[in-house]
């Protein structure tokens, strides 16, 4: 079964930029794979933040963006707030199914 | 302004059936393009996609869970209904519909709800 990767943590200081990745077991991840990106906060559902590889949503900060990056799906908060520290995962369309990764818990310190 | 909500027991014996049910506001799954999913979330744990309807009534589901889960629509009553059988205490999460425009973002979720499995 295809199993996606993010890091499992990452720890940025407020205002400055942070980069989190989604791999995929099957190989470098591309457009095809519609990559989405979610934040989840404690005890709230998820929020879509990214569709499509950089998509945003209307409500989606500017300070979000989505490419892809060296095979893998990147997502860059540049000048990040304290409000940022959450779960983020990345959603991937492979082998006719969708698959989330492990998540990335991200710590504003 | 889309809105959904979960329904449904929160304890359920092993070897049981589980029947959800998603409310929803705001669009119509005859709409083409769209689709209502669900994905749950082991306490503590990461997400799990599980399957989604489409306006054309087409279910696409995990293959992990193909086996055991059906979801349906009843447009008279703007709700889709999923169906687990056979749960295990491993079923055990927050089980969450979410609204599919037709750009196939998971735009829109619901506040979840919680589902154990146990005798």
């Known amino acids: 079964q295809t199993v996606v990767t993010q890091e499992p943590s990452l720890t940025v200081s407020p205002g400055g930029t942070v980069t989190l990745t989604c791999a995929s077991s099957?190989?470098?991840?591309?457009?095809?794979?519609?990559p989405n990106w979610f934040q989840q906060k404690p005890g709230q559902a998820p929020r879509a933040l990214i569709y499509?590889?950089?998509n945003k949503h209307s409500w989606t900060p500017a300070r979000f963006s989505g490419s892809l990056l060296g095979g893998k799906a990147a997502l860059t908060l540049s000048g990040v707030h304290p409000d940022d520290e959450a779960e983020y995962y990345c959603?991937?369309?492979?082998?006719?199914?969708?698959?989330f990764g492990g998540g990335t818990k991200l710590t504003v310190l | 302004q889309i809105t959904l909500k979960e329904s449904g027991p929160t304890v359920v014996k092993p070897t049981q059936t589980l029947t959800l049910t998603c409310t929803f506001s705001?669009?119509?799954?005859?709409?083409?393009?769209?689709?209502v999913g669900w994905i749950r979330q082991p306490p503590g744990k990461a997400l799990e996609y599980l399957g989604t309807?489409?306006?054309?009534?087409?279910?696409r589901s995990s293959p992990s869970l193909k086996s055991r889960l059906t979801i349906t629509q009843d447009k008279s009553k703007d709700q889709v209904v999923l169906t687990m059988t056979n749960l295990a205490p491993a079923d055990t999460a927050t089980y969450y519909c979410?609204?599919?425009?037709?750009?196939?973002?998971?735009?829109?979720w619901g506040q979840g709800t919680l589902v154990t499995v146990s005798s």
């Open positions: 979410a609204y599919r425009p037709k750009s196939g973002s998971y735009t829109f």
């Open positions: 705001g669009f119509s799954l005859t709409t083409p393009g769209v689709g």
């Open positions: 309807i489409y306006w054309d009534d087409d279910q």
């Open positions: 099957t190989g470098a991840v591309t457009s095809d794979y519609y």
């Open positions: 499509s590889t950089s």
């Open positions: 959603l991937l369309y492979q082998d006719e199914t969708l698959v």
